[in-house]
């Protein structure tokens, strides 16, 4: 009975975390000016957590559901709202791909651990994935979502 309840409780950890799915590649090239380029990412992006008990938003992310909207300003700073109210604010930085975003104040804020993601944009979509990101909600937030140019 014990073997059987760790493998269980392995099993609902293993779906929790996988339950953020990568997001589809875009279906087609888009023009951009450079890409890795801070104008190319800059710009006021939106996105909504759904409100309900869908399966995707682990338990222990309750709280992140709502409406997100991410500043990403050409100076490297980047503000993060939810529901209108700052989460988090920070620097980040591109090189090609990558996007490094280090959270300053706030919550999701630990300047020793930056998170780092692929990037790329599809159409007004900004798509994030996460290369490494030790803080799991911003990991969550930030990959879950299709990002909408605003």
């Not at 589809?24 to 990412?41: C, D, K, L, N, R």
């Not at 995707?56 to 909207?69: C, K, Q, V």
């Not at 944009?121 to 911003?138: K, S, Y």
Request: charged residues 20%; glycine residues 8%.
């Amino acid at each position: 009975m014990r073997t059987f309840i760790i493998v269980s409780m392995l099993a609902i950890l293993l779906a929790s975390l996988s339950a953020c799915a990568p997001l589809e590649a875009p279906t087609q090239a888009v023009e951009s000016e450079t890409v890795g380029s801070m104008s190319t990412i800059s710009g006021t992006y939106a996105a909504v957590i759904p409100t309900d008990n869908r399966p995707e938003i682990p338990d222990n992310f309750g709280g992140l559901a709502g409406e997100w909207e991410m500043r990403l300003d050409r100076d490297g700073s980047f503000q993060l709202y939810q529901e209108g109210d700052l989460r988090a604010e920070g620097i980040f930085a591109v090189d090609d791909d990558l996007f490094k975003m280090t959270g300053l104040s706030g919550d999701f804020s630990q300047s020793d651990s930056p998170g780092v993601y692929q990037w790329k944009i599809d159409g007004d979509h900004l798509l994030l994935q996460a290369v490494t990101d030790p803080i799991e909600p911003r990991r969550f937030t930030l990959t879950c979502l299709r990002w909408q140019r605003v």
